[in-house]
């Protein structure tokens, strides 16, 4: 067998570009089955001995974490790179909560530095995720972390990190012939980046494989797996199951011209896409072994035709909704509840509210100003809730470098912050008034404003202005009138 395609995130970080996904192993142990670890650990061996030595977890995967440690440790164990994510519930996050994740990952992966800790944020209005993330970056400064990394994360949202100094290696993101979000805006950012997108999905939980070519549609309500329940809403955005069809004959038509399988072509468009350092291939260890076909997806060669007649059946799709991430923020909640339900109970208040005795209510993000000049960030009465001129402040820090765009998302997440802590939402937004400091940024800005308000369309004004500190390069204030 040929050595598997490498690629490098980092000078000391190499990973198999087809990397084995552990995330089936919470299936496996539902209904509190357990797992064997000494079991399920003798079944990574045949995976690394073909040359796939990269593996996928997280804290929320069953004993994933677990069982790579049980099999690192083993006398004479094979090199491997273990990658895994952090999911933290919504909410706020101490140092001491990050560094407590990060040691029970290591613990658990029996490893003193972990190659690649991805983070998961549920809300990017709740300003928790920035400072899990800048405690993270200590830790992967101290060496507890060889490199970071983010999961589900929109284009908008990496830009925010990179531009504010965190050094981020890989998203992972959904990716696959049914969902095309990440050939958008974020390969080519991430290209520009050196940011390697590590795809998951790209068999649409085994949707897409020669099992389901011509195969009755199923009963959407009756599936076997958490993947399937997920991906078939998936196929039902996209177009349902004869747009599921025109994609697999068309692989397939790809695949008999290549003696290869549907699945290996689904993968192999993927992994040929820009800024692609991976596709993830879930594995049930202990139960079956995929080992060998995906050896035939990495020697697998793809032509200009075969991507061309793919690519046409692509465009008779619909376009899954928004960006990399957004079906675990909002609507259609591409999950396998179709909502949040199984994997967040709440989603705590961004930020502290005073009530008044006249029952004003008022928000405040804890930035020095309001104590020392005396405001709040937001003021409820009634049904109004008018936000104050806001810039990308985040504790003593400024967020999105010199970058006015992901400075203006920023203080959008800032401002849907303040208005969700007081019972509003971007969606009661009536009015923005935006103030740049150089003209030169006013598109960047107002393409921002229009990613997260072009459904909204409040009234709107923008001008130039000379702002406080020099380190800030838009200022927004909001009024919203909730309705309801």
């Given at each position: ?38 079991g ?17 977890m ?8 677990e ?9 004479g ?14 909410g706020?996050l ?33 300003p ?7 405690h ?29 100094g ?19 805006e ?9 940011i ?47 747009a ?7 692989a397939?038509?790809v ?9 290996n ?7 040929d896409?820009?800024?692609v ?5 879930g ?11 995906n050896?035939?997806?990495?020697a ?53 509210v ?21 405001y ?68 960047a ?40």
């Amino acid at each position: 067998m040929s050595p598997i395609s490498r690629h490098r995130l980092a000078p000391d970080l190499e990973i198999a570009r087809i990397l084995t996904g552990l995330w089936q192993m919470a299936d496996q142990e539902r209904e509190g089955r357990p797992c064997d670890l000494e079991g399920a650990a003798d079944a990574m061996a045949p995976y690394v001995a073909a040359g796939f030595t990269t593996f996928d977890m997280a804290d929320h995967y069953g004993s994933s974490e677990e069982v790579v440690g049980c099999f690192r440790t083993r006398p004479g164990a094979p090199v491997t790179q273990l990658l895994t994510k952090w999911v933290p519930e919504p909410g706020p996050l101490t140092r001491d909560d990050v560094r407590a994740a990060v040691d029970r990952a290591r613990r658990r992966m029996r490893v003193d530095r972990i190659d690649l800790l991805q983070f998961h944020a549920w809300s990017y209005a709740h300003p928790a995720w920035l400072d899990a993330l800048f405690h993270l970056d200590e830790c992967r400064r101290e060496g507890l972390i060889g490199h970071l990394g983010l999961t589900n994360t929109d284009t908008a949202h990496l830009r925010l990190v990179v531009e504010s100094g965190i050094p981020i290696a890989t998203n992972q993101v959904c990716y696959s012939l049914l969902d095309q979000r990440a050939a958008r805006e974020m390969a080519a950012y991430c290209a520009r980046q050196g940011i390697a997108l590590l795809a998951f999905g790209t068999l649409a939980g085994g949707f897409l494989s020669d099992r389901w070519l011509g195969a009755p549609e199923p009963d959407w309500g009756a599936l076997a797996t958490w993947s399937q329940m997920k991906y078939g809403r998936f196929i039902r955005v996209v177009g349902g199951w004869e747009a599921l069809q025109r994609v697999l004959r068309a692989a397939r038509a790809v695949a008999d011209r290549h003696g290869c399988s549907v699945a290996n072509v689904a993968s192999r468009y993927i992994l040929d896409a820009p800024a692609v350092g991976g596709v993830i291939i879930g594995a049930r260890l202990g139960e079956r072994a995929h080992f060998e076909d995906n050896a035939r997806l990495d020697a697998l060669r793809l032509t200009a035709e075969d991507r061309a007649e793919v690519a046409a059946a692509l465009a008779t799709l619909a376009p899954v909704p928004g960006d990399c991430g957004d079906e675990y923020r909002k609507p259609p909640f591409l999950t396998a509840s179709g909502d949040l339900s199984h994997h967040v109970a709440n989603f705590p208040a961004p930020y502290g509210v005073e009530t008044a005795p006249d029952g004003t209510r008022r928000a405040f993000s804890g930035t020095p100003w309001e104590a020392s000049a005396g405001y709040a960030r937001a003021v409820r009465t009634g049904d109004r809730i008018l936000v104050s001129g806001t810039t990308a402040t985040h504790g003593d820090r400024a967020m999105g470098g010199r970058d006015a765009y992901a400075q203006a998302h920023h203080v959008f997440d800032k401002i849907e912050g303040a208005l969700q802590s007081l019972g509003g939402a971007l969606t009661d937004v009536v009015r923005t008034r935006i103030f740049v400091s150089r003209i030169e940024d006013w598109e960047a800005v107002a393409r921002a404003h229009g990613e997260r308000f072009g459904a909204i369309r409040p009234a709107n004004t923008l001008v130039r202005a000379e702002l406080i500190g020099a380190q800030y390069l838009v200022e927004i204030e909001a009024e919203a009138v909730v309705r309801g």
